[in-house]
């Protein structure tokens, strides 16, 4: 089941790519802005909790596929590059094992404990 997740997650990521080619901006931005939901993780400075929820805010392809919509539906070129960033780098998290994060640790994820 494990590589079943994991090739969906890169047919994900496929597509995450797929709607950036269909964006009017240079292919330099997408590696350039891949790794930025990241800065969800910062949450965890002040403690699990909140980190959980900022990480998890950066990280979820539902939220990613609503900015995305909302672009199309307004024709605004950058909440729709906001959606497939967020989309594409979480389908890229997924793939390494990296799912959204429970209350009480970064390590306890919605996929199991990351290192295990």
Not at 87 to 116: C, E, M, P, V, W
Request: glycine letters at 10%; proline letters at 2%.
């Amino acid at each position: 089941m494990k590589t079943s997740l994991k090739i969906e997650e890169c047919i994900m990521f496929a597509f995450g790519i797929f709607l950036f080619n269909t964006l009017d901006f240079d292919w330099w931005w997408f590696p350039a802005l891949l790794l930025l939901p990241d800065i969800g993780m910062l949450g965890y400075m002040v403690n699990a909790k909140v980190g959980a929820i900022t990480y998890n805010f950066f990280h979820h392809k539902g939220m990613a596929l609503v900015v995305y919509m909302l672009g199309f539906y307004l024709k605004n070129n950058i909440l729709q590059l906001i959606g497939v960033i967020v989309f594409a780098h979480a389908s890229l998290d997924r793939i390494f094992g990296y799912g959204l994060k429970y209350f009480d640790a970064f390590k306890n994820t919605h996929l199991g404990q990351i290192g295990k």
